[in-house]
Protein backbone atom coordinates (compact mmCIF):
# COMPACT_ATOMS: atom_id res chain seq x y z
CA UNK A 1 0.00 0.00 0.00
CA UNK A 2 1.34 3.33 -1.01
CA UNK A 3 1.56 5.94 2.04
CA UNK A 4 1.26 9.41 1.78
CA UNK A 5 3.09 10.26 4.50
CA UNK A 6 5.33 8.90 7.45
CA UNK A 7 4.60 10.51 10.78
CA UNK A 8 2.97 14.30 12.64
CA UNK A 9 5.15 15.94 14.78
CA UNK A 10 2.93 18.56 17.17
CA UNK A 11 3.97 21.06 18.84
CA UNK A 12 1.59 21.49 22.25
CA UNK A 13 2.64 23.82 25.86
CA UNK A 14 3.21 21.40 28.05
CA UNK A 15 3.53 17.57 27.93
CA UNK A 16 1.62 17.13 31.40
CA UNK A 17 -1.28 18.95 30.44
CA UNK A 18 -1.51 17.30 26.78
CA UNK A 19 -0.62 13.50 27.77
CA UNK A 20 -3.95 12.46 29.21
CA UNK A 21 -5.72 13.63 26.55
CA UNK A 22 -3.67 11.93 23.81
CA UNK A 23 -3.06 8.74 25.88
CA UNK A 24 -6.68 8.33 24.97
CA UNK A 25 -7.08 9.94 21.99
CA UNK A 26 -4.61 8.43 20.29
CA UNK A 27 -5.05 4.44 20.84
CA UNK A 28 -8.89 5.09 19.96
CA UNK A 29 -7.74 6.24 16.43
CA UNK A 30 -5.16 3.44 15.84
CA UNK A 31 -1.87 4.58 17.06
CA UNK A 32 -1.61 1.48 19.39
CA UNK A 33 2.20 1.01 20.10
CA UNK A 34 3.83 3.31 22.57
CA UNK A 35 7.19 4.60 21.14
CA UNK A 36 7.87 7.56 22.99
CA UNK A 37 11.42 8.65 22.96
CA UNK A 38 12.99 11.57 25.63
CA UNK A 39 11.49 14.63 25.41
CA UNK A 40 8.09 12.92 22.99
CA UNK A 41 5.40 11.70 23.81
CA UNK A 42 4.64 9.25 20.33
CA UNK A 43 2.34 6.39 19.44
CA UNK A 44 2.67 4.28 16.30
CA UNK A 45 0.01 2.90 14.22
CA UNK A 46 1.71 -0.23 12.48
CA UNK A 47 0.16 -1.61 8.89
CA UNK A 48 -0.25 -4.78 7.45
CA UNK A 49 2.98 -4.62 5.86
CA UNK A 50 4.93 -3.66 8.84
CA UNK A 51 5.29 0.61 7.38
CA UNK A 52 4.74 2.45 10.80
CA UNK A 53 3.22 5.89 10.98
CA UNK A 54 3.21 7.98 13.88
CA UNK A 55 2.28 10.66 15.81
CA UNK A 56 4.51 12.55 17.99
CA UNK A 57 4.20 15.39 20.48
CA UNK A 58 6.59 17.92 21.94
CA UNK A 59 6.54 20.31 24.43
CA UNK A 60 7.11 23.95 23.05
CA UNK A 61 5.89 26.36 26.32
CA UNK A 62 5.37 29.44 23.95
CA UNK A 63 3.26 27.09 21.58
CA UNK A 64 0.52 29.25 19.85
CA UNK A 65 -2.16 27.19 17.99
CA UNK A 66 -3.15 28.33 14.27
CA UNK A 67 -5.63 27.67 12.35
CA UNK A 68 -4.07 24.55 11.08
CA UNK A 69 -6.31 20.79 11.28
CA UNK A 70 -4.92 17.65 11.69
CA UNK A 71 -8.43 15.47 9.91
CA UNK A 72 -7.96 11.64 11.11
CA UNK A 73 -10.41 9.41 8.95
CA UNK A 74 -12.48 6.28 9.83
CA UNK A 75 -14.59 4.06 8.28
CA UNK A 76 -17.83 5.20 9.15
CA UNK A 77 -20.35 7.54 11.02
CA UNK A 78 -20.78 5.54 13.77
CA UNK A 79 -17.03 5.40 14.12
CA UNK A 80 -17.19 9.06 14.10
CA UNK A 81 -19.40 9.23 17.36
CA UNK A 82 -17.28 6.97 19.13
CA UNK A 83 -14.05 8.97 18.76
CA UNK A 84 -16.66 12.51 19.86
CA UNK A 85 -17.41 10.91 22.60
CA UNK A 86 -13.70 9.89 23.33
CA UNK A 87 -13.03 13.53 22.87
CA UNK A 88 -15.73 14.95 25.30
CA UNK A 89 -14.49 12.45 27.88
CA UNK A 90 -10.71 13.34 27.75
CA UNK A 91 -11.33 17.06 27.84
CA UNK A 92 -11.49 18.14 24.15
CA UNK A 93 -12.33 21.93 23.70
CA UNK A 94 -14.66 23.80 21.40
CA UNK A 95 -16.22 20.80 20.03
CA UNK A 96 -18.48 21.24 16.85
CA UNK A 97 -20.36 18.18 15.90
CA UNK A 98 -20.68 15.27 15.24
CA UNK A 99 -22.70 16.80 11.80
CA UNK A 100 -23.07 16.64 8.33
CA UNK A 101 -20.00 19.19 7.16
CA UNK A 102 -21.33 18.81 3.33
CA UNK A 103 -23.36 16.28 2.10
CA UNK A 104 -21.64 12.50 2.51
CA UNK A 105 -19.23 14.74 4.77
CA UNK A 106 -19.78 13.65 8.83
CA UNK A 107 -17.33 14.99 11.18
CA UNK A 108 -16.58 16.06 14.78
CA UNK A 109 -14.06 19.30 15.07
CA UNK A 110 -12.67 19.76 18.53
CA UNK A 111 -9.40 21.27 19.87
CA UNK A 112 -6.62 19.39 22.33
CA UNK A 113 -5.49 21.31 25.63
CA UNK A 114 -3.05 23.28 23.67
CA UNK A 115 -5.68 24.37 20.93
CA UNK A 116 -4.52 22.58 18.15
CA UNK A 117 -7.39 22.03 15.96
CA UNK A 118 -8.22 18.57 15.23
CA UNK A 119 -10.98 16.48 13.18
CA UNK A 120 -12.32 13.08 12.87
CA UNK A 121 -14.29 12.94 9.60
CA UNK A 122 -15.58 9.81 7.27
CA UNK A 123 -16.96 10.34 3.64
CA UNK A 124 -19.54 8.39 2.37
CA UNK A 125 -21.20 7.90 -1.25
CA UNK A 126 -23.40 10.20 -2.48
CA UNK A 127 -26.03 7.64 -2.74
CA UNK A 128 -26.08 7.67 1.13
CA UNK A 129 -25.63 11.32 2.09
CA UNK A 130 -28.42 12.92 3.69
CA UNK A 131 -29.02 14.88 0.87
CA UNK A 132 -29.85 12.14 -1.41
CA UNK A 133 -32.57 10.48 1.02
Given amino acids: MRRYFDHIDLRVRSLVEARPFYEV ?5 GFTRDASIPGWFTFEAA ?45 AKNIEGPLYEDPGYYAVFFEDPSGNRLEVCCRERAENSPANS
Avoid at 25 to 29: C, T
Avoid at 51 to 60: D, V, W
Fill in 25 to 29: LLPAL
Fill in 47 to 91: DSDGAREFFGITESPTHIANECRIAFWVDSMPEVDRLAAIAVRVG
